[in-house]
């Protein structure tokens, strides 16, 4: 067993532990044999050797798992040194890709609480098509700046461990840079104070008691549902003013939170100029946000609201061919059939 191996049982024993319906031990040794728990011990020593605990241990409220407790440690240690963070509260929410955690803000943070979202050990495993999103985007280091190193460059196309390690820094650095520039430009974003190598820290939505629920979980009063759908589309709109499209848009990334809606989950951005398949991606997102406003009785003509809003910005729609006019022999027709199939 390799040190993936471990860390992904360890996501799974961490994900398990605090599964409810995953008390009886039974069942737990069913599931995991008992040689894995030998692994697990094995492991444990392994991950715990050789870290130093003297700068990266602190005591936090929230009781973790213990390879959580580790993660987290690894983390968010360099928040809580810089003074963003004091404390980890709870966990708002687990996710396959990130966990996101409320914190108690630092002496450097002028707000009481702030979210931290971070990102698993192997969360890039889990984004099947990453490389739509991708396409056209230059890879950042964790300070945001373009990767320009050849060898760099080479490491993440051939794919090695420390490639992977460099595309899982990128995948966050765009989350956060999408996250500066989109504030900075008046959108409807969790303010982003900073970035380490797993974790992004923002903005919290929501009070003590609750965080912000996300859209799909609310049902709107009728006389905010016009409202709130025109705020999310001038939001939609402001992304492309500045050359971006969300790329994983819809009501289970909005959150809704005293009348107002805030949009998050940015590691996705796409560039509208750079990706081929941009457009079908931009109008995925409209369409997901319609069905959802739709469903509070706002109906809309979601493809000419895309296509207005697109061609508004100077873009050109990418019509869609029937596969019985498309040659396979044809270099031209087959790029457009896999530009056509990439997102079906
Ligand atoms: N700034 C925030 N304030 C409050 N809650 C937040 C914030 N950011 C994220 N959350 C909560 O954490 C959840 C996951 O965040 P996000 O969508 O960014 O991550 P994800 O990796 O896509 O997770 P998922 O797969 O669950 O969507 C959100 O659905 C929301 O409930
Ligand atoms: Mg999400």
Not at 6 to 23: A, G
């Amino acid at each position: 067993m390799n040190t993936d191996e471990y860390i992904d049982l360890f996501d799974e024993l961490d994900d398990n532990e605090q599964t409810e319906n995953f008390i009886n031990k039974d069942k737990r040794r069913q599931r995991f044999p008992e040689r894995h728990f030998k692994y697990v011990r094995e492991a444990n020593a392994e991950f715990l050797k050789g870290q130093d605990d003297s700068s990266r241990s602190f005591d936090f409220t929230y009781q973790a798992a213990r390879f959580e407790e580790w993660w987290l440690l690894e983390s968010l240690g360099d928040f809580y040194e810089h003074k963003w963070i004091s404390d980890v509260l709870r966990r708002l929410k687990g996710g396959k890709e990130a966990s996101v955690y409320l914190c108690q803000a630092g002496a450097e943070v002028v707000a009481d609480l702030v979210a931290a979202k971070v990102y698993r050990p192997r969360s890039l495993r889990n984004l099947k098509n990453d490389g739509i999103y991708r396409t056209g985007r230059t890879d950042l280091d964790s300070d945001g700046n373009a990767l320009v190193k050849e060898a760099d460059v080479n490491a993440i196309r051939k794919r090695s461990n420390y490639g992977e390690e460099l595309r899982h820094t990128s995948w966050i650095a765009y989350e956060l840079q999408t996250l500066e520039r989109l504030h900075s430009a008046g959108a409807d974003v969790p303010k982003p104070y900073a970035l380490e190598k797993n974790a992004i820290l923002m903005q919290y939505i929501g009070d003590d008691g609750r965080a912000a629920p996300t859209l799909n979980t609310v049902t709107l009063d009728r006389d905010e549902v016009k409202p709130l759908f025109e705020r999310v589309i001038r939001n939609v709109d402001l992304l492309l003013s500045n050359e971006r499209i969300h790329g994983d848009l819809s009501a289970y990334n909005i959150l809704y939170w005293d009348g107002e809606i805030t949009l998050i989950d940015f590691p996705q951005v796409v560039y509208p100029e750079a990706n081929p398949a941009a457009w079908s991606i931009f109008l995925r997102d409209v369409t997901r946000v319609c069905q959802y406003f739709a469903s509070q009785g706002w109906k809309r003509d979601t493809r000419k609201l895309a296509a207005d809003l697109w061609t508004s910005h100077g873009h050109r729609i990418f019509k869609e061919v029937h596969p019985s006019h498309l040659d396979a022999e044809n270099k031209d027709d087959r790029r457009l059939w896999e530009k056509q199939k990439v997102l079906k």
